[in-house]
């Protein structure tokens, strides 16, 4: 089989840039390695910045975000019982929109079928093949069968646990990590959200964050041990445990049911350089990973595929390489301010072990300028709504 963009990875990602190629008439195939509805059943990223809301409307598959996506102008932070406002509209004339990564996807993959998207699921053993040439391929299984893809450019979509990364040689990427010691346990409950805003919560027990989906599906988290099994919590303790997190006024109005989903995921800040060699191209979580206190992992994700689009284009409709050239000095210039405020915001709102009082007293004294600061607060805001592409 023979393609111009051959994309390994069938999540945001990937599918945001096969259907932004469709619109310019560049032909793509998506590699997923599990199924459409594996990758639909994960429960992911729950705010999107105006830059991703725009690439859905250029791809034509924004309707369903706009009728059913929640605008957000602020949101809360707590520590103790004290809770106050950052208002993003004010400090910088932009929102954010409420709206499941899962019914992103979901609206990607409609748009693909409806215009003849070419995707292979279950696909087992790809491997990169001659990515620093003109004529990279793709080998890779299905069904027991072994298929070849060749294709002029690879789009490494496959996520932090992907080939695409692995396939840039050691001694040409370099990689950048912090392991935070530990984690989020995430809960979706079909409830009514405890707050019409998302609440950031700093208490002496750990974080908590109370987000949603829709007026009637909220999304929870606590953080959690890194030795802790989403089973060895009950849906009982799991409540208890965030009302004891946030403002007792907002425990006391907390509306609780049965979870719908619980799951656990590791915190980590990674970067690797550069996120392009020959003709592979990595994008999203394949190049870079955020803890999701800042929500920045779909919405960096994003940057990447609109600097990536872009390049593309101008490859094939003006035969100009500056694009795909520039991709990965650009991409990466956004992706580390993303790291610096998703790094910054959780070092604000975790529990650390090991923390001094020295530590402790930093941490308030940071909340608290963040509090009584306009400039504090238009910072946070500015990097908060997105940063400019
Ligand atoms: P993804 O990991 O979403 O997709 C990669 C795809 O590639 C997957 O479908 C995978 O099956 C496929 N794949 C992997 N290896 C392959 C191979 N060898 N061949 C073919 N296909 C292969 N971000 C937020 O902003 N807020 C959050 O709350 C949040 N929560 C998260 C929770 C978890 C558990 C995780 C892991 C991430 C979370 N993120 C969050 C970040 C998340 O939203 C990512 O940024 C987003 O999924 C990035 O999308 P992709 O780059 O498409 O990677
Ligand atoms: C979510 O709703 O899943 C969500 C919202 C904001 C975050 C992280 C997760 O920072």
Redesign the pocket.
């Known amino acids: 089989m023979k393609t111009q963009v051959a994309i ?7 599918l945001l840039l096969s259907q932004l190629l469709h619109t310019r008439g560049i032909d793509s195939v998506v ?4 199924t459409k509805d594996y ?1 639909l059943g994960r429960i ?4 999107l910045e105006q830059g991703l809301v725009a690439l859905m409307e250029k791809a034509g598959c924004a309707d369903r975000l706009h009728a059913e996506g929640i605008p957000h102008e602020g949101t809360w932070i707590s520590y103790g019982d004290e809770m106050f406002r950052v208002d993003f509209t004010e400090h910088t004339g932009k929102l954010v929109m409420v709206y499941g ?1 899962t019914e992103l996807t979901s609206d990607l993959y409609k748009a693909r079928e409806e215009s003849g998207g070419k995707f292979e699921f279950n ?1 087992e053993d ?1 491997a990169i093949h001659s990515a620093d040439t003109d004529a990279p391929h793709i080998d890779y299984i299905v069904a027991g069968e072994a298929r070849r893809l060749d294709c002029d450019f690879i789009a490494g ?7 695409s990364r692995q396939s840039i040689p050691l001694d040409v990427r370099k990689e950048y990590e912090k392991v935070y010691p530990f984690g989020w346990l995430g809960v979706l409950s079909e409830t009514p959200p405890v707050n019409h805003e998302l609440i950031y919560a700093n208490s002496p027990r750990g974080f908590a964050l109370c987000s949603m989906r829709n007026e009637n599906l909220s999304r929870y988290y606590i953080q959690c041990s890194l030795s802790d099994k989403p089973d060895d919590w009950t849906d009982e303790a799991f409540w208890q445990e965030l009302k004891r997190r946030i403002p007792v006024y907002q425990a006391e109005t907390l509306v609780m049911g049965p979870s719908i989903e619980k ?1 656990i ?1 590791p915190l980590r800040s990674f970067v690797t350089e550069p996120m392009r060699w020959g003709n592979l191209f990595l ?4 190049a870079h990973i955020v803890p ?1 206190t800042g ?5 960096t ?1 994003a940057s990447d595929v609109n600097y990536l689009f872009d390049g593309l284009c101008d490859f094939y409709e003006n035969a100009s390489t500056d694009g795909i050239d520039t991709y990965s000095e650009k991409a990466l210039a956004r992706v580390w301010k993303a790291e610096r405020f998703s790094w910054w915001f959780s070092s604000l709102m975790h529990t650390y072990p090991n923390q001094s009082e020295f530590d402790l007293k930093m941490q308030v004294a940071e909340i608290e300028y963040l509090r009584s600061c306009t400039s504090a607060q238009r910072s946070m805001a500015e990097n908060y709504v997105g940063l400019p592409y």
């Open positions: 390994i990875g069938g999540g945001p990602s990937g590699l997923e390695r599990k990758v992911r990223a729950g705010v990564q696909v790809v979509c496959d996520g932090f646990h992907g080939v799951s995921a994008c999203g979580d394949a999701p929500a920045k992992g779909l919405n994700a």
